[in-house]
């Protein structure tokens, strides 16, 4: 009996679907990466008709969660030194891994821009990722900071928790200028508006991964996911979204 209903299972495909199901995976993300994380994620799913739960904070934030024992798969950092000391501290199944780098960006609501220190003397309004939890905002400061504009706006600074709250004020018109990532100019409801250029003299941003030891998913599920986010297919959205890759 037993094998005739393995019999029947293989001739009508269930046999093989069901050990080709996989799990869920939870991701953790930085904030600026989750609009090509949002299409990898929509292409991984079709491919392995699996599911992947995106966690999106800024990159300082979620190894606080990490090490209290949140059961996330893997993380994605704007920012080296997390994951890097993530794997320091035993959390990490392996060494961490670049993906790909990122560049800020400045937006002004302005329909062009002559100069960005044009930009910051006339405007009111500055919105910036918190520089001490988001990597693109502390890029910003020292960016700032090197070129003798941090005294002069740091009254006008808006601070957003990370860059996708910093996209959320030029939606809604909080601000007039802001500093962002260079996934921005790839998000329909604000990259027609205002006007964008990437701000020379920031250093490029290295995006890492890592998969963690605190993992509910199996093995498999961890590996094919790496190999996933390693391949050509998904490199190409990282480049379609302005990343450079390693």
Do not use: C
Not at 37 to 64: D, R
Not at 165 to 170: G, L, P
């Amino acid at each position: 009996m037993v094998r005739f209903i393995l019999f029947l299972l293989v001739i009508t495909g269930r046999f093989t679907s069901a050990f080709a199901q996989t799990g869920e995976l939870k991701i953790a993300v930085a904030a600026n990466f989750l609009p090509p994380m949002n299409q990898v994620k929509a292409l991984y799913e079709e491919k392995f008709q699996s599911s992947l739960t995106l966690i999106v904070s800024s990159s300082g934030k979620l190894p606080a969660q990490i090490t209290n024992g949140a059961p996330y798969d893997a993380f994605i950092s704007a920012d080296m030194k997390y994951p890097e000391r993530i794997y320091e501290q035993g959390l990490a199944q392996q060494e961490p891994k670049v993906l790909a780098y990122g560049s800020v960006y400045f937006w002004s609501v302005k329909p062009t821009i002559t100069s960005i220190e044009e930009r910051l003397r006339k405007a009111k309004t500055i919105a910036i990722a918190q520089p001490d939890l988001a990597p693109y905002g502390k890029e910003t400061r020292r960016w700032l900071q090197q070129q003798g504009w941090w005294d002069k706006v740091k009254d006008k600074l808006i601070y957003a928790e990370n860059v996708s709250q910093v996209n959320q004020y030029i939606a809604t018109g909080t601000v007039v200028a802001a500093f962002t990532a260079n996934s921005a100019l790839h998000i329909e409801s604000i990259n027609k508006i205002g006007s964008w250029q990437k701000v020379e003299g920031t250093s490029p941003l290295p995006h890492g991964m890592v998969l963690l030891r605190n993992s509910e998913a199996s093995e498999f599920d961890t590996n094919q996911f790496l190999e996933f986010i390693s391949s050509p297919i998904a490199q190409k959205v990282f480049q379609e979204f302005g990343y450079q890759l390693p």
